[in-house]
């Protein structure tokens, strides 16, 4: 069965600094994987996604990530932190499903992010 | 500016009761899924449909959980009867599902929620 895993339940940084939000992977086949914002009171939005192609993704926001085959780890990054950016933060991948095509996806714990001043 | 609509925002209800909530896809968008998060047990699919058929419940306690779309603009979540520890925020998210994987968007765009409290 398909599983994501975000090892840290909190990321400080201070703004300006570079941000890592980790996660890791464990799905057959290729994987289909992606990365969400929750603000405070909102529901997630999306930021990048990984389907094939190119290992760095860019998405909204300034941020990217990172996919690794053989650490099977989609990291996010941002090479300079805001204020603005914090939240918490999912990782998920798809699953498989009954038919082809978009199917639930599998969505980690979270991870909080906070951007100090 | 396309988005999910999910009414009411807020609910607080006495154990027991019915609780209805509602939400209204994305224009256009033909998969819908109902999520709840909790702090303890973080994001939960519940179900989640494809043209308005069920594709996948398994995550729904089906004694007292019930999800439907009457027609492809309203997809609503039932709860007879509510209990404390079905307190939650509810989540719907719709999406486009195009029939090849390679080109399908796979994106969800999700609700503001639905919080629910039952006392």
């Known amino acids: 069965a398909q599983s994501v895993a975000q090892p840290e339940d909190q990321v400080n940084v201070a703004e300006g600094n570079p941000l890592t939000v980790k996660c890791t992977y464990s799905?057959?086949?290729?994987?289909?994987l992606f990365w969400y914002v929750q603000y405070p009171n909102r529901g997630l939005q999306f930021l990048l996604k990984?389907?094939?192609?190119?290992?760095l993704v860019k998405g909204s926001y300034g941020f990217e990530a990172e996919f690794n085959k053989s650490q099977t780890s989609f990291h996010l990054k941002k090479p300079s932190a805001l204020v603005s950016d914090s939240a918490l933060y999912f990782c998920?991948?798809?699953?498989?499903?009954?038919?082809?095509?978009?199917?639930?996806?599998?969505f980690g714990t979270g991870t909080r992010l906070l951007v100090s001043p | 500016d396309a988005r999910v609509t999910q009414t009411p925002r807020h609910k607080v209800t006495e154990m027991g009761q019915e609780v209805t909530m509602r939400c209204q896809p994305i224009?256009?968008?033909?998969?819908v899924f109902w999520y709840r998060q909790t702090m303890m047990q973080g994001l939960e699919l519940l179900a989640y449909?494809?043209?308005?058929?069920?594709?996948?419940d398994s995550g729904m306690p089906k004694d007292r959980f019930s999800a439907e779309m009457p027609d492809a603009t309203l997809a609503t979540l039932k709860i007879q009867p509510s209990e404390p520890r079905d307190s939650a925020v509810y989540f719907c998210?719709?999406?486009?599902?195009?029939?090849?994987?390679?080109?399908?968007?796979?994106?969800?765009?999700f609700g503001a929620g639905t919080r629910l409290s039952v006392l």
């Open positions: 998210a719709s999406g486009s599902h195009l029939p090849t994987r390679a080109l399908a968007k796979n994106i969800q765009y």
């Open positions: 799905v057959s086949g290729n994987p289909y």
């Open positions: 224009l256009g968008h033909n998969t």
């Open positions: 998920a991948v798809e699953a498989a499903g009954p038919d082809t095509g978009f199917q639930k996806l599998v």
């Open positions: 449909f494809r043209n308005r058929a069920p594709l996948d």
């Open positions: 990984y389907i094939t192609g190119d290992n």
